[in-house]
């Protein structure tokens, strides 16, 4: 099992360019994650999903959109990237979302660094 | 709101020592998860340990301790016997809610664990 992977591992873009961020798990979760580590910070949430098709804003989620099309797949995308988007972007996913729970760990993969210039 | 605090940015300890990571956290929920995280100078997020809102006792995996005081809302990781390889930082979480909530975690801002040989 390659647990959740993430691709690219690193991009450079300019200003007003867009991409896209792939994560992908192969552990049949249904709950997943993406969110951002700026320096000398905790990670923070930028949107999730609890199943196909479904996603949801969490605590910074301007300037980026989430599709899920596939349970294994959770994209995430910046229209028009900007310099405050430079950070590192870590995917999660768990088996399910009931807080106090067995279950609800969250795995993360390996991370994008993303610089904006 | 959720809110975790980890009030030591630093720590120097000797290796085989014994380690304790303090957090302490705030919800009004009463159903939530507390999980530790490790993250290498590699940058990757690995879990370790995790405990529940109605675990009856606290949380063990191999050599880490999860030690969980509902009533001073505190969950401090302890580490025995210390290795160089626990040199990282470790960030301690939260997620709270009920009715099956899936809102992602809450991160402290992290303590940086320096173990000396």
């Known amino acids: 099992n390659a647990g959740v992977t993430q691709t690219p591992k690193f991009r450079v873009l300019k200003t007003g360019q867009s991409m896209t961020l792939l994560c992908a798990q192969d552990m049949n979760h249904e709950y997943m994650y993406w969110y951002r580590q700026d320096p000398g910070m905790g990670l923070r949430l930028i949107h999730y999903s609890v199943?196909?098709?479904t996603t949801a804003k969490g605590e910074v989620p301007d300037g980026y959109n989430v599709s899920r099309l596939k349970k294994q797949n959770f994209l995430l995308g910046l229209e028009s990237a900007a310099p405050s988007q430079t950070s590192v972007y870590f995917c999660a996913s768990s088996y399910r979302g009931l807080a106090g729970a067995r279950g609800e760990t969250q795995y993360f993969g390996p991370g994008t660094r993303l610089l904006v210039l | 709101a959720q809110k975790i605090t980890q009030t030591q940015p630093g720590m120097f300890v000797q290796e085989k020592e014994a380690v304790t990571l303090d957090c302490t956290y705030?919800?009004?929920?009463?159903?939530?998860?507390?999980?530790?995280?490790?993250?290498?100078?590699?940058?990757?997020?690995?879990?370790?340990?995790?405990?529940?809102?109605?675990?009856?006792?606290?949380?063990?995996?191999?050599?880490?301790?999860?030690?969980?005081?509902?009533?001073?809302?505190?969950?401090?990781?302890?580490?025995?016997?210390?290795?160089?390889?626990?040199?990282?930082?470790?960030?301690?979480?939260?997620?709270?809610?009920s009715g099956g909530g899936a809102d992602g975690l809450t991160f402290g801002k992290g303590t940086h664990l320096i173990i000396q040989p």
């Open chain 2, 26 to 97: 705030d919800t009004s929920d009463p159903s939530y998860g507390l999980f530790w995280y490790k993250q290498p100078s590699s940058g990757e997020m690995i879990f370790l340990i995790y405990q529940g809102s109605y675990d009856q006792q606290n949380a063990t995996e191999g050599r880490y301790s999860l030690n969980f005081q509902k009533a001073r809302k505190s969950a401090n990781l302890v580490i025995s016997a210390s290795q160089l390889g626990d040199s990282a930082m470790y960030f301690c979480a939260m997620r709270a809610g």
């Open chain 1, 51 to 53: 199943g196909e098709g």
